[in-house]
């Protein structure tokens, strides 16, 4: 009987939940207000790639439906960020998904979301300091590029070609920064986020002034001539176009959404502001405001500057690598690329701050609950997490330093799309939770007894059954939309094709979804509100997971190898060591049956709280 203890010990010690207590007290500055979480969420988001990645997906994928596809892709993304506003508003401590996770489905899968999140702070933060880095050494005419491949070559498998000692350099500059303290960090990211949107502003306004309209109108005979001359050939004869077949939506309307897949990416950035709970002045109302807003403003900024590039300049002929300064030599303002230079370095900047501002912080959340080292949860007298601070940025600076950084991008993607994902379930799983501070709840365990389709007419409150008939849906639902993805993904072809095998498929993965969708959606919800809550449940939250599973189905092979050693790094360091030094190990019960979350709400000096 020993050892059946021990394991289900074991076991329930893998999902033990983080009690969440209305004291109100942290050890970190609160100092940010909600114009400093929108310029972090901006700055954060808003990088290099506005600069960048217009020119790449409108010449290659969707042409001028580029517009089309930033708006999809800004929809799919406030549905993630509508997910995090809610929490964000509930729970406002630091910890962004790890600490929603560890509240809501237990200790492994925060820990699991927690590591997630550090791979992808660190080596986003690594590969936008070499990306500053390389941007400015094309303003020196890459005079430092050509000293240290020549002084310095490694050229060794998975090593970069040179130690990057400026991107290094810079990246413990920023940790000294941030280390020093949170106001001054947040001042100096507001001057960068401002100066781009400036920029951006002058970009757009130049487009619709010197733009032209028939450029989203191009005929298909313009598009013959630019092929023959893009490859050199001497004869029209079966000549295929290259760049489509023109008008707005030249790749067709697979191509736009294929370009929003790819434009999805770039919204990525604003779970940032989650991370700030214990250091906003007014958490519940600045953290949803920061990242709606946030995701409003760079929406509006990808959706002027594609439509400005398009008009500018034809679609087939835009530069992928810098669309913005060879459209302006086209419309014969050459020395405009200068202000998009400085703009460039001011958004790689923020975006910077943005990667290493959270990094520390998800570090100190998860040694403070002791299931990393505990001397990364130490504060400095200034109130600011300094150890995690300096462990993080010298752990990004050495990658940024030594690493080919380009074959690790894509395990970046996986770490912030699982975030998202539980995230969402997260919600699902928390709005349909008994009040347990009212009702007691093994009366609720006694309702909705006799009938077996006792689901499809529940009570008029949310009861133990009820939510956890909800909590077994949601993770049925998880599932299918993992199939349903894997059959869109591998079986596209056979889709195209109208194969009856794979048509039977993909109704019966959406059948059983909108069946479980339904059965949720006929649940009670629980009293208990936020200052901000998310709408369509439980529909929005369902869409956003399909999304990030689905992006996560188009990654790789290599980069889910990549990422299973990362995991198994992870879990070394949770098995043993954050298991045995939970602070929790000892102060839950042995087994827990509900949820337990305190909605804090923080009125001036007054705390209030709800529990469920």
């Known amino acids: 009987m020993k050892p059946c203890k021990k394991v289900l010990s074991f076991v329930n010690s893998l999902s033990r939940r983080k009690p969440l207590t209305a004291d109100g007290e942290t050890n970190l500055c609160r100092c940010l207000t909600t114009i400093d979480l929108v310029a972090l969420g901006v700055g954060s988001t808003l990088g290099a790639g506005v600069y960048v990645l217009s020119g790449e997906v409108a010449r290659a994928t969707a042409g001028p439906s580029i517009i089309i596809c930033f708006l999809v892709a800004a929809i799919a993304s406030i549905f993630a960020g509508l997910c995090y506003a809610e929490f964000g508003s509930r729970v406002p401590k630091t910890g962004s998904a790890y600490l929603y996770s560890y509240v809501t489905v237990g200790e ?43 002084h310095t070559g490694m050229g060794l498998p998975g090593l970069a070609p040179y130690p990057d000692f400026f991107a290094a350099g810079l990246i413990m500059l920023l940790a000294g920064l941030l280390a020093f303290g949170v106001k ?40 013959l001539n630019a092929t023959i001359e893009d490859r050199n050939l001497s004869s029209t004869v079966n000549v295929t176009s290259a760049f489509g077949v023109g008008g707005f939506f030249p790749y067709g309307f697979e191509g736009t959404l294929a370009g929003a897949a790819t434009c999805f990416y770039a919204f990525v950035g604003f779970d940032c502001i989650a991370t700030t709970g214990e ?3 007014n958490p519940q109302k600045s953290i949803p405001i920061g990242i709606v807003a946030s995701l409003v403003i760079c929406f509006l900024a990808y959706f002027g500057v594609s439509a400005s590039l398009t008009l500018m300049q034809p679609y087939y002929l835009l530069s992928t690598n810098s669309p913005l300064p060879v459209a302006f030599d086209y419309i014969g303002w050459g020395p405009a690329k ?27 959340a998860m040694a403070r609950d002791g299931l990393l080292f505990k001397a990364l949860a130490r504060v400095s007298l200034r109130q600011s997490p300094v150890i995690a601070t300096l462990t993080s940025g010298t752990v990004a600076a050495i990658m940024a330093l030594l690493f ?80 349903l993805s894997v059959v869109l ?52 939250p369902v869409v956003s997971v399909f999304v990030n599973v689905y992006l996560m189905v188009q990654l790789g092979g290599d980069t889910w190898i990549r990422y299973a050693v990362w995991m198994a790094i992870g879990f070394l360091i949770y098995f043993g060591y954050g298991i045995r030094h939970s602070e929790y190990r000892t102060k839950l019960p042995p087994i827990q049956d509900r949820v337990k979350i305190d909605t804090i709400a923080l009125d001036g000096d007054v705390i209030k709280q709800h529990s469920f």
């Open 184 to 223: 001054e960090s947040a001042i100096v990211n507001k001057v960068f986020t401002v100066i781009n949107i400036l920029v951006l502003v002058f970009v757009i306004i130049s487009g619709f002034i010197k733009g032209d309209l028939k450029n989203w109108q191009i005929g298909e005979d313009s598009l």
């Open 108 to 150: 492994l899968w925060a820990f699991i979301t927690g590591w997630n999140l550090i791979l992808s702070y660190v080596i986003g933060t690594s590969s936008v300091a070499r990306a500053w880095s390389g941007t400015f050494d094309d303003l020196l005419g890459n005079q430092m590029a050509r000293f240290l491949v020549e």
């Open 338 to 364: 200068y202000v998009v230079a400085v703009g460039s370095l001011c958004a790689l900047s923020t975006s910077l701050l943005g990667s290493m501002f959270p990094m520390p912080r998800v570090l100190f």
């Open 279 to 281: 250091e906003v002045i």
């Open 489 to 540: 993904t591998k079986a596209i072809k056979s889709l195209l094709d109208k194969e009856v095998w794979s048509i039977i498929f993909v109704t019966v993965f959406l059948l059983l979804v909108v069946l479980c969708v339904i059965i949720i959606w006929r649940q009670p919800q629980s009293p208990v509100k936020a200052s901000f809550m998310v709408p369509f449940l439980p529909l929005l």
């Open 404 to 483: 080919d950084l380009k074959a690790l991008v894509d395990i970046m993607s996986i770490g912030t799309l699982f975030a998202y994902t539980l995230v969402a379930i997260c919600v699902l799983i928390l709005r349909y939770q008994p009040d347990f501070s009212k009702d007691d709840p093994d009366d609720l365990k006694k309702e909705g007894g006799g009938s077996k389709l006792w689901f499809l007419n529940p009570p008029p409150y949310p009861t133990h059954k009820t939510s956890t008939l909800v909590s077994y849906l949601t993770v049925l639902i998880a599932v299918l939309i993992t199939g």
